[in-house]
């Protein structure tokens, strides 16, 4: 019996973004067209740029498994996406390979490809994009954004600047799709609001892996203290309770339960699994969208860890710039770690769906979420 992972996915059309698509499957089997409009770049012709998007919460290990799908060839990973706008072309943040983001030559190119230079973007009307879509920009908590990420009609300016967002995200990804000789784009941008906006872009080849950790691992990790991306000495990331990371972590797996109402294959992965049987997990993932993968394309996966070799990831953790070999590790400190106090609390606030996938009750042992 499987339990809690899954790939699930239908050919029905739907309407996301205020636009409807038709998927259609073209000569090759996979799908290859959708009617929404948007995306207002210039066209690459060829094939629909084919992109595996990554969904979830915070540190769920999204980062070490683009890298390891970024391993297989075909694959190209790149990092969080939706913060390239900001890391990137404001902060100039340190890319994957090492050199700062607007020195790294894959990146010039895929500007240079997607938007005749990167001189030709407004990082600000990005950014204001995206604070409109996740709602920090009026300050409101991130889980009411949930009814209009799952239906952005019900406020014209979300649909709107849901539709603009994904116009800068379908030059972005036919800009790495030529650089990359249309590889599948790695995208690890985990938001909702994100992979719901890049559901609508026509004429792109889609799939989602829909990765869980078990909330308590999610709500101890998110306890820490840690550097924030591209900041200076000093600058740390804001730390979460136990209670809102629960909230949190309710609300983003909810959106992305709903996600195969839309059309779009999502694939859902237990990151315990990841690290306990990456070799077989790696290996769904890649046949999840229509590739085949063979044992010595997976000879980069050893008993003491993966095999990586530096990657141009514009925004992630700071595992993006680690290279070599990396141990993979259980992360079930949070068992000695986060008190049992607040153990209960999260237990009691994600009940449902940490049931749905088997971290807990009668469908296996406490905590243990790697019954696949
Ligand atoms: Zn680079």
């Known amino acids: 019996m499987t339990v809690g992972s899954s790939t699930v996915g239908c050919s029905m059309a739907g309407s996301i973004g205020g636009g409807r698509y038709t998927p259609r499957r073209g000569r090759t089997g996979r799908l290859s067209d959708r009617s929404t409009d948007v995306g207002s770049g210039p066209s690459v012709g060829g094939d629909a740029p084919r992109v595996l998007c990554i969904g979830g919460t915070g540190q769920n290990g999204a980062t070490l498994l683009t890298r390891m799908l970024g391993r297989v060839p075909g694959f190209v990973a790149v990092g969080e996406l939706g913060y390239l706008w900001d890391k990137g072309l404001v902060e100039n943040v340190e890319c994957g390979c090492g050199v700062p983001f607007r020195e790294c030559s894959f990146w010039e190119r895929v500007g240079a490809e997607g938007f005749g230079g990167w001189d030709g973007v407004d990082p600000q009307e990005v950014l204001t994009l995206r604070e409109t879509l996740s709602l920090r920009g009026r300050r409101l908590p991130g889980w009411l954004s949930l009814p209009l990420v799952l239906e952005p009609g019900l406020w014209p300016q979300y649909r709107r600047s849901a539709q603009r967002y994904a116009e800068f995200m379908a030059r972005l990804y036919r800009g790495i799709s030529r650089v990359s000789g249309e590889a599948i784009i790695l995208d690890s941008m985990k938001r909702p609001y994100h ?12 799939s989602v892996v829909h990765l869980v950790r078990d909330a308590r691992g999610v709500a101890f990790s998110a306890t820490k203290v840690v550097r924030r991306q591209g900041a200076i000495e000093g600058e740390l990331r804001l730390r979460r309770s136990p209670f809102r990371s629960g909230i949190r972590w309710m ?17 859902r992965v237990r990151y315990e699994s990841l690290v306990r049987n990456p070799r077989e997990e790696i290996a769904r993932i890649v046949r999840s969208t229509r590739e085949r993968v063979g044992d010595s394309e997976l000879g980069f996966i050893h008993d003491e ?8 990831l514009v925004a992630g953790n700071r595992m993006r710039l680690l290279a070599g070999l990396q141990p993979l590790r259980r992360e079930d400190e949070w068992r000695a770690g986060l008190s049992s106090r607040h153990q209960r ?17 009668p469908g296996g042992a406490p905590g243990s979420g790697d019954r696949s």
Do not use: Q
């Not at 609300?251 to 694939?267: D, I, Q, R, Y």
């Not at 860890?305 to 141009?312: F, T």
């Open 195 to 206: 992979v719901y906006a890049v559901v609508g872009i026509r004429a792109l080849d889609l």
């Open 251 to 267: 609300w983003v797996n909810a959106a992305f339960e709903a996600l195969p109402k839309t059309g779009v294959p999502v694939t």
């Open 305 to 312: 860890g993966v095999d990586l070799p530096p990657d141009h």
């Open 345 to 361: 609390t999260v237990s009691l606030v994600t009940w449902p769906l940490l049931r749905r996938y088997a971290y807990v009750g």
